[in-house]
Structure formats: C-alpha cells, structure tokens
C-alpha cells in the first residue's frame, strides 16, 4: 500500500506526505505535465530547480513513441528521463477517447496513431500492462471519456469506467505480485457536473482496493467546489487524492486544495508560456503586447526564478517578437515555477492556518474584477 502520511487537516483541506519508491512528495503538490516523458521546453534541472517534486507522463503518447518497452529497456520513466524522483502516469483514456476515428467497445478502444495511422487497441489489461513497463510510481485506471455532458452519456461512461476499473485492479495485482519494485494504482471518478454521478463513482471507487484516486472526466471549473465537497468526504482519508487537468486558473488550486485534492497536474501553464500569457500576481499578462517594449523591470518582481531574477519584460518581449526558443524557455520556467510555488504556498499556509487570508489576498489582488 502506497503510505500517505496527513500531517494537518482541516475540514476537507489537508497537509500531507505520499511516500514513493523514488521519494517523496510534500502536499498539496502541482505536479508537473511530462507528457512526452518532458515537460515542454524545460530541461529536468529546470524542473528540479524551480521547485517542482514529481511529474505525470502520459501512457497514450508513450507507447506511440518511444514505447513502452523502450521506457522499460532504460529503467522506467524516472530513470530514462533522468528526472528520478517521484512519476504519475496518466492511462491515455482521455486522448484516446478525443481521437477522431476511436472505436469504443466494452472490451477497450480500438484507435488510430495520429503520427503515422498506425492501429493499436487499449483495454485495461493492456493499459496497466504499458504502465507497468514504462514504470510510474502511480498509475491512473484507464477510463472512457463521456461521448458529450449530457446526464445519459456521463452515466454510461461513469458505468463503463467501473467495469474496467474492476478489471484494472485484477491486472495491477497480478502484475504486482510478480514485480521487483512497487508501483500503485490510482481509480478515476467520474461523474461529469451530476453530483449523484459523483456520489456514486466516488463510492465505487472508495470500495477498491487501489492506493488513491484521480478526480477525473469532464468538469466546469464553476461547479468544482460542489463536485469535490460531494466526492472527498466520500473517499477515504488516508489515501491520496490527484486532481486530474486542473491548474491553470490558479482559483482552482486553491478551491482544489480547500476541497480536500492533494496533487495537481495541468498542461495549461507551460502551454500558455509558450504563447507569451505569462503569469504575475495582478493576473496573466500577454508579454508580446506592445506596452512591453520598453520595459525594464523584471516581469514579477515577487517571484524567485530563473527568468524573474536575471532577465527584463522588454527582453523577455523581444525574444517573442523575434520568435527566439529562448522565449519560450524563459516562459516555462516562470509560469511552471508559479504554479509549484502557489501550490507551495498552500501548503505553508495551510500549515500555519492562515490560508484563508492567503486565499483572499491572493485571489483579490489576482482577479481584481470579480
Ligand atoms: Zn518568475
């Protein structure tokens, strides 16, 4: 069993540790997007250097290439990106299910590569078998995606999901018991915005004998409060919580962790560095807009990072406008970085008990409009 030690909770929010075989994580967490076995446009270093404890990689995109049994032949995730310390895997379901030519049956998915047309099927079975070799230390039950957010549609895939997760935990186990080093298995809620889907997923799921759980499929950010207050009483305490794609509003992180969610992963904050919208603690600014130009000063005074402590706005504005990679780099490593540091924050002032004044002042002076 995957130990997770809570140091504080209070009502639903908590402070805790997830003990892996490639260390720890302190909690609440963001853990950082390594889709491709990287996080987009950083170097594992960066990711070390700006706070960052623990990566999600994605099954889907990793056994296209490099596959699965070339991530095994290397050690595992954490040893063939040299990133070594904690690792998630994400089980596909949710790229696969957004393919355009995807053929569902109560067996799997049957889908295209969209590199080279390639055809593969994935069923639970063969989800955990490819989690298993590119060697997590948490893995994510492979789960179907909603056809739409109507209520019938979210029902039968919220059906489907338990029916394979029952065939995922038979899978993990038997490859557990045969296995040198331990990997842990997470179930997916579902539910959509229905929070009598909710209930019943999360009760599903609570039944399991899996090491935590991922909130998951298709949700409004407006209604997460709701669907969390419905799902985490429901769960059990003493085991982990990741809440799957959320974390590019940085409301979410703090709703997610006032909630009860422990972990965090989202694509959204290196994607939109990528793009010049740049975090800064009066909100996200598009760093190629003009009034930049001339900018001297660093673009968040506040912040301690790479980009913040050494480089100008007006520079950070002419690598885009020249459309130099260093720009990019440049711009992950703050927006990655404030996203891990918020997170971080969190977790001190949940510590401290001064959270709320942390969330107030925080989300106040960040969304001075709403
Ligand atoms: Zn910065």
Known sequence: MLIFDIIKSNNLARVGVIHTPHGDIETPAFVGAATRATVKALTMEQMRMLGSQAILANTYHLILAPGADLVQEAGGLAEFSSWHGPTFTDSGGFQIFSLPDVKISENGAKFKSHIDGRKFEMTPESSMQDQWKIGADIHMAFDQLAKSEKYGDMKEAMERTHRWLDRCVDEHHRLASSAERMQYLFAIVQGGDFLDLRAESAKYCAGKDVDGFGIGGVFTA????????????????????????????????????????????????????RNGSLYTLDGRI?????????????????????CCKNYNRAYLHHLFKTDEITAKVLASIHNEHFVTKTVANIREHLLAGTFQEYKKSFLGRYYPNS
């Open 222 to 273: 407006d209604g997460m409060d709701k669907m969390l207050q419905t799902v985490c009483p429901i769960l059990p305490e003493d085991k982990p919580r990741h809440l799957l794609g959320m974390g590019q509003e940085p409301i979410d992180l703090f709703v997610g962790a006032e909630n009860g969610c422990d972990t965090f992963d989202c694509v959204g904050p290196t994607r939109m560095a």
């Open 286 to 306: 598009n760093i190629k807009n003009a009034r930049f130009k001339h900018d001297f000063t660093p673009l968040m005074p506040e912040c301690d990072c790479e």
